[in-house]
């Protein structure tokens, strides 16, 4: 057996952890560009923090996704106001459009260099400047993934830029700062956590870390993301959700994503669809399609006993099988008043190019079987 696992420098979790955010940005350098979402007054507390400690800042928001103009001009301005550290404060895109500003910050020259699939895939040569993460969702786990996903506009695609030099030096998880999160993002975030806790346990590239990290992630969201949408300033929730978040990243960043995340690439550049909805929506249609397709295909796989496996952690029950595990997972996704996928846009006519495309997703390649074209337009019929 032989296996690796890479995350960020130094991971920071519980109540209370964004306090340090100070003393550690000063440790990397005095000027800081804080990265956060639609709503940067909700930075005021990393401001203060920052403040007291000695280092300058200026806030760099956006609303939406990250796209590669965006992130290009993030480094025009890190660049101008002389930043020696990023830190990205908000979800995942906040987060993921932190650590590609990061990276540019060292890496000169054309972005799409470096992209996949649009661009020419060629490694960052030198290591990104510092960056903190700190997430505001428990949803992405990007605070300790290796990629930041961009959007592109003008080709209606979702790349990654991807790099192990990409991992932060710091992730910061504060599961307070989750508290105020409304029940719909905090719905759609925890169903991405737990899909992300589900592709990696059922991925071929799966190893002992990865397992344990998956099984403890799945039984915490399974007990508590219903109970964080309900209550949200409920302490055990919120933590055991950021704990799956974190469990979750720590696993996709090393054992692979799968179908969900395959089709959610393409999906999000096509659609005005948050990803989180996305996968939240495809989630129990994946799951079910590919426990078909392994019964019916590769009755041996070992993807079929770790699908069971899910079953008795999202169940409790010892004697649950795998179409428990579909079953309760669509039951938690009505009782959350998770939408289909017509709602953003998605119509038949779709459903071709959306397939083609997440043929080719780098995710797609981590799932534990094969998926015809015909098995990945009924997914998509399903879901919308």
């Not at 956006?62 to 590669?68: L, R």
């Not at 965006?70 to 906040?94: D, W």
Request: proline share 8%.
């Amino acid at each position: 057996m032989t296996f690796e696992f890479a995350t960020a420098q130094r991971i920071r979790f519980g109540p209370g952890t964004l306090r340090e955010a100070g003393p550690a940005a000063r440790a990397f350098g005095r000027r800081a560009l804080i990265v956060t979402g639609r709503t940067p007054g909700r930075a005021a507390p990393l401001l203060d923090a920052l403040h007291a400690a000695g280092v300058e800042a200026c806030t760099f928001d956006f609303a939406g996704e990250p796209t590669t103009d965006l992130v290009l001009e993030g480094r025009a301005i890190a660049k101008t106001e002389q930043c020696n550290v990023v830190i990205g404060f908000g979800g995942g895109s906040a987060l993921d459009a932190a650590k590609a500003i990061a990276a540019l910050l060292t890496n000169d020259g054309d972005l799409f260099d470096h992209l996949e699939v649009v661009g020419r895939g060629q490694p960052l040569q030198q290591p990104a400047a510092p960056c903190i993460a700190i997430p505001t969702t428990a949803g992405t786990g990007a605070e300790v993934t290796r990629n930041s996903v961009l959007a592109v506009p003008a080709q209606r695609l979702k790349v990654s830029l991807r790099s192990p030099l990409l991992l932060p030096r710091l992730a910061i998880v504060d599961p307070e700062l989750t508290h105020s999160l409304p029940p719909e993002i905090t719905a759609i975030t925890g169903m991405d956590a737990l899909t992300q806790l589900i592709e990696p346990y059922v991925s071929p590239r799966a190893n002992p870390l990865v397992d344990a990290l998956c099984a403890d992630g799945i039984a915490r969201a399974a007990r508590s993301l219903r109970r964080a949408v309900e209550e949200g300033g409920n302490p055990g929730a919120r933590e055991d959700m950021a704990l799956a978040s974190l469990f979750g990243g720590l696993a996709l960043a090393n054992a692979g994503l799968g179908a969900v995340h395959g089709f959610a690439a393409p999906i999000g550049g096509m659609f005005p669809a948050p990803h989180g909805a996305v996968c939240a929506a495809l989630l129990p249609h994946v799951m079910a399609a590919n426990v078909q397709a392994l019964r019916a295909r590769q009755p041996d796989s070992p993807a079929l006993i770790r699908y069971d496996q899910v079953a008795r952690l999202l169940t409790g029950r010892a004697d649950a099988v795998a179409d428990d595990a579909v079953s309760w997972v669509a039951a938690l996704g009505r009782a959350l008043r998770i939408k289909p996928l017509g709602r953003f846009g998605l119509r038949p006519p779709d459903f071709a190019a959306v397939v083609e495309k997440a043929a080719q997703a780098s995710s797609m390649k981590a799932n534990p079987v094969a998926l015809t074209p015909g098995e990945m337009t009924a997914i998509l019929a399903s879901a919308a």
